[in-house]
């Protein structure tokens, strides 16, 4: 894995609006991206907090996109603003006409740099705005190849704490601690996107993801949902992504005829057992169906099939090809 690094900014300390989740939040981020699940290194993270000014934030942001990285990541959590002229990262030493580092500024410094993925996660107030800048006389961001960004909030909404952490990244937070991850355990942008966007369907703020990626890096790895031993054997059992394996009996392990209850041939052979015990950890995480029943269990003891969902066709496909 090459080089991965990011910049994880969290700014309470306004002197006449302070704030006080979002030092919280920047350590919350760290800790989680600093580090896969099974504590393998992950990102080299530059924590940044409470900066002073803008001239200080700016640069930053210049550092965090320099060079050639694999992954250049920027988080952001605190004050935005937006006027009749464009949207803002806020810094203590704000004043009137001069609020801080400006959205324009963060996305040019991304689409500039020669990192081969550039993210952008901004978590404050009116951060949606810089999903519409306008840098080449069209209605929509000029995002260039590699680029993706995430922020809390639509362009004219505000942004939520609650407990300690602001809404979008508490729930970011859940989303790299595994809850936006696939089956093979890797949470990408998208994913996290997903997770988050599904749970603020109450809430008034609403995300925004935009990006220009042919396609995602794993932010974070953590444990598979299914061990990848257990998934690779779909390729096995399933002769092609129509296939429908059929079951009998003698796969369910409880047909024992030392079983007191009611028992019928062909009893539980080890090996039918075995390829049962994989086959209902995949139907676990939705890759396997039972036919004609409700449940793996009744679709073996009444001889019926199980066949791969759609999703279940698409991890069948990544196998066959390799890739998993």
Same mark, same amino acid.
């Given at each position: 894995?090459?080089?991965?690094?990011?910049?994880?900014?969290?700014?309470?300390?306004?002197?006449?609006?302070?704030?006080?989740?979002?030092? #919280?939040?920047?350590?919350?981020?760290?800790?989680?991206?600093?580090?896969?699940?099974?504590?393998?290194? #992950?990102?080299?993270?530059?924590?940044?907090?409470?900066?002073?000014?803008?001239?200080?934030?700016?640069?930053?942001?210049?550092?965090?996109?320099?060079?050639?990285?694999?992954?250049?990541? +920027?988080?952001?959590?605190?004050?935005?603003?937006?006027?009749?002229?464009?949207?803002?990262?806020?810094?203590?030493?704000?004043?009137?006409?001069?609020?801080? /580092?400006?959205? %324009?500024?963060?996305?040019?410094? $991304?689409? =500039?740099?020669?990192?081969?993925?550039?993210?952008? *996660?901004?978590?404050?107030?009116?951060?949606?705005?810089?999903?519409?800048?306008?840098?080449?006389? %069209? =209605?929509? $961001? #000029?995002? =260039?190849?590699?680029?993706?960004?995430?922020?809390?909030?639509?362009?004219?909404?505000?942004?939520?704490?609650?407990?300690?952490?602001? /809404? +979008?990244?508490?729930?970011?937070?859940?989303?790299?601690?595994?809850?936006?991850?696939? /089956?093979?355990?890797? *949470?990408?942008?998208?994913?996290?996107?997903? +997770?988050?966007?599904?749970?603020?369907?109450?809430?008034?703020?609403?995300?925004i993801f935009k990006t220009n990626v042919t396609r995602f890096t794993s932010l974070r790895e953590v444990k598979p949902q299914v061990d990848i031993s257990v998934l690779r054997k779909i390729g096995t059992y399933f002769e092609t992504e129509d296939f429908?394996?059929?079951?009998?009996?003698? +796969?369910?392990?409880? =047909?024992?005829?030392?079983?007191?209850?009611?028992?019928?041939?062909?009893?539980?052979? $080890?090996?039918?057992?075995?390829?049962?015990?994989?086959?209902?950890?995949?139907?676990?995480?939705?890759?396997?169906?039972?036919?004609?029943?409700?449940?793996?269990?009744? $679709?073996?003891?009444?001889?019926?099939?199980?066949?791969?969902?759609?999703?279940?066709? %698409?991890?069948?496909?990544?196998?066959?090809?390799?890739? *998993?």
């Amino acid at each position: 894995m090459g080089e991965r690094k990011a910049l994880v900014v969290g700014i309470d300390n306004y002197l006449t609006c302070p704030l006080h989740g979002c030092c #919280n939040d920047s350590e919350a981020i760290k800790d989680l991206l600093s580090n896969h699940g099974n504590g393998d290194p #992950n990102f080299s993270v530059w924590k940044k907090d409470n900066i002073a000014t803008k001239g200080e934030l700016r640069g930053l942001i210049e550092k965090c996109f320099e060079g050639d990285a694999d992954v250049a990541l +920027f988080y952001y959590s605190g004050h935005g603003h937006i006027n009749s002229v464009g949207g803002y990262l806020v810094t203590p030493d704000f004043s009137e006409y001069d609020y801080g /580092v400006s959205l %324009q500024e963060v996305l040019t410094i $991304a689409n =500039n740099s020669k990192c081969k993925e550039r993210i952008i *996660i901004l978590d404050s107030c009116y951060s949606g705005f810089m999903g519409s800048i306008d840098t080449a006389g %069209q =209605n929509t $961001a #000029n995002i =260039n190849e590699g680029v993706t960004i995430m922020t809390a909030s639509r362009n004219n909404q505000t942004s939520m704490e609650v407990d300690g952490h602001g /809404v +979008f990244t508490a729930l970011l937070l859940e989303a790299l601690k595994g809850g936006a991850a696939d /089956v093979t355990g890797h *949470i990408s942008i998208a994913g996290v996107y997903a +997770f988050i966007d599904k749970a603020l369907g109450p809430w008034a703020q609403r995300p925004i993801f935009k990006t220009n990626v042919t396609r995602f890096t794993s932010l974070r790895e953590v444990k598979p949902q299914v061990d990848i031993s257990v998934l690779r054997k779909i390729g096995t059992y399933f002769e092609t992504e129509d296939f429908r394996y059929c079951l009998d009996p003698s +796969f369910e392990p409880t =047909n024992k005829i030392e079983e007191i209850h009611k028992v019928v041939e062909p009893y539980a052979n $080890a090996e039918n057992v075995a390829i049962f015990a994989d086959l209902q950890k995949l139907e676990g995480i939705g890759l396997v169906v039972p036919i004609g029943e409700e449940h793996m269990y009744f $679709a073996a003891m009444n001889s019926k099939s199980c066949e791969l969902t759609a999703v279940g066709k %698409q991890y069948w496909r990544l196998v066959k090809e390799g890739r *998993i």
